[in-house]
């Protein structure tokens, strides 16, 4: 019963530094506040590298000698034994564990947080933002790793607080309106899911280890998922189907997903670069992991009656995504809406039941989650050294900031699925897992990437290369006279690392594929044949 495990390390040192970090320069006097303000950041950078050193130890089996090849979804890798309990009326334990299914974004987040910081380095009060950035990190492990659906929900909740902070202090002209959107939105989702979570919560059998003393049931989720899987959670269909519902409203308004999705660009738009890095690259990969790993785990009869439903929503965030991105002037705001509609494909490969389908879902989560921070980064760069972000107001970034031009031409080829970059290969598994089910209605979603190849080489042209002066490039009226300049040492470094990753993924893309695409196998073997068995569906 303690706290020291590895999850709970990576979970709790983010969460209890930040709070720390942050606190501290408010009681101490101010003679010696302002002296340890600037080695903050230092502090923040140091303790996020340090957790994903561990967290690529954990990976490579150094440390706990994890075999990711083996599923086994009774237990979960790194399990809390005897987890300590925190609320023992209602049966809420300190229940964490990983598998191949969360322990990608869990590296994914130690990578992507001390990026951040580094791209931001220099940013206003960088002892605040730093240390709220470490706060986050804490909170979206925490919804990785527990198994617990209460402590899952407090962590998914928590998320909000410091995103909430970052784009309401350190966002654009209209970050008040766009923070209050941001929590309204994904909270009130939220609260709907909390009522599935309850419905199934007192559906739970009594377990001597885990049921609460006043209610008799308990919120731990392997064993809800076991309960689905032998005997059925909840006995009505129309209540699963209606909690399976709840839990798509939440999980989609995460991700987002068409119509549910009107929050993302506003918030993108207004985000400092380091918050929308973190909101593209982990916070929407939040909402597939909870529909996977809750909603489709413990009800696959409703997700098989409802993968209708699931192809609609991910053709439409596909189409209307890309469709809206050729229309817009504002860089950020395309590479917003471009998100949503490569998580329209992530929709589409779970709605395959195939496992190169769930495989080529779960590497878009991975592969997006590297190559969207790097396009937010370009984007927040272009808006540092430029003064502005609309699409062609600076024609011919490559004649005076090579390096920002280079980082975009790369970030951009990869979104649109270059082979050889990590992109495409979530994009062909997932093509070749809906022509397994669904035929030549490939060709739908197919003919769309082409729009997103047409918005992103558009975008190139005119800002990268359409230049009337073959050594000088057309400069913004924002820039009101200044000398243009190239990225930072650090703005470079983090894109760098990032431009890196997207190359070596593609080419490499079984260094996480193959634990992937062993889990999507044994994941449908185990909870989805049955069900489709029973409704006689065909895998």
């Known amino acids: 019963m303690t706290f020291t495990g590895e999850l709970s390390v990576i979970t709790l ?52 000698d994890i075999d990711w090849m083996l599923n086994d979804f009774k237990s979960f890798k790194l399990q ?40 931001q380095w220099d940013v206003e009060n960088s002892h605040r933002f730093h240390a709220l950035l470490l706060l986050m990190e804490g909170a979206l492990i925490g919804v990785f790793v527990s198994l617990d659906l209460f402590i899952f929900y407090v962590f998914w909740e928590l998320t909000l607080v410091p995103m909430f902070f970052l784009i309401m202090m350190w966002g654009g002209d209209d970050r008040k309106y766009a923070s209050m959107k941001f929590f309204i939105y994904t909270f009130t989702a939220s609260v709907l899911m909390l009522i599935g979570i309850l419905v199934m919560y007192f559906n739970t059998n009594p377990d001597p280890i885990y049921s609460g003393t006043l209610t008799g049931h308990h919120f731990n989720l392997a064993l809800m998922t076991e309960q689905a899987r032998i005997e059925g959670l909840i006995e009505s269909e129309g209540l699963r189907h209606l909690v399976w519902l709840l839990l798509l409203v939440g999980f989609a308004t995460k ?21 929308s890095m973190l909101l593209a690259g982990v916070m929407l990969k ?9 909603a489709v785990a413990i009800f696959p009869e409703s997700t098989l009656t409802f993968v209708p439903l699931l192809v609609f929503l991910g053709m439409a965030s596909l189409v209307y995504g890309a469709v809206v991105c050729l229309g817009q002037t504002n860089l950020k705001r395309m590479v917003a809406y471009s998100s949503v509609s490569h998580m329209g494909l992530i929709f589409l490969g779970i709605a395959t039941m195939q496992p190169i389908g769930f495989a080529g879902a779960l590497f878009m989560m991975f592969a997006h989650g590297i190559i969207s921070p790097l396009l937010f980064a370009v984007a927040g760069s272009f808006k540092h050294h430029y003064h502005t972000l609309e699409i062609g107001s600076m024609r011919g970034i490559a004649h005076h900031s090579p390096f920002l031009a280079g980082h975009m031409m790369l970030g ?57 002066h073959p050594h000088q490039g057309i400069l913004p009226e924002t820039l009101h006279g200044e000398e243009p300049r190239d990225v930072n040492w650090h703005e470079n470094a983090g894109m760098f690392i990032l431009g890196a990753l997207t190359i070596l993924f593609g080419i490499l893309p079984f260094i996480f594929w193959d634990m992937m695409s062993v889990w999507s196998t044994d994941f449908i073997q185990t909870y989805l044949v049955a069900a489709m068995n029973a409704l006689e569906a065909s895998p």
């Not at 990983?98 to 001390?114: E, G, V, Y």
């Not at 009107?262 to 918030?267: G, K, V, Y």
Request: proline share 8%.
């Open 13 to 64: 040192v983010p969460l209890l530094s930040g709070l720390i970090l942050l606190v501290l320069p408010n009681v101490l006097p101010d003679n010696i506040s302002v002296k340890m303000q600037p080695s903050v950041r230092n502090v923040c950078i140091g303790i996020s590298t340090a957790l994903f050193l561990l967290t690529t130890l954990i990976f490579i089996g150094t440390v706990g």
């Open 412 to 468: 951009w080829m990869g979104s649109l699925g270059l082979p050889l970059l990590a992109g495409f290969v979530a994009e062909v598994a997932i093509m070749i897992g809906f022509w397994m089910a669904f035929g030549w209605w490939v060709l739908l979603p197919a003919m769309t990437l082409i729009f997103t190849a047409l918005y992103y080489l558009t975008s190139m042209q005119k800002m990268i290369f359409e230049s009337n």
């Open 255 to 275: 991700m987002p997903s068409v119509p549910v999705h009107t929050w993302l660009p506003d918030a993108h738009v207004q985000a400092p670069t380091a918050g």
């Open 80 to 119: 809390t034994e005897n987890p300590p309990i925190l609320i023992k009326s209602i049966g809420v334990t300190w229940h964490l564990g990983t598998d191949a299914l969360s322990f990608p974004m869990i590296w994914l987040t130690t990578l992507l947080i001390p990026i951040s910081m580094l791209v």
């Open 286 to 294: 939040m909402g597939a992991y909870g529909f996977l790993r809750v």
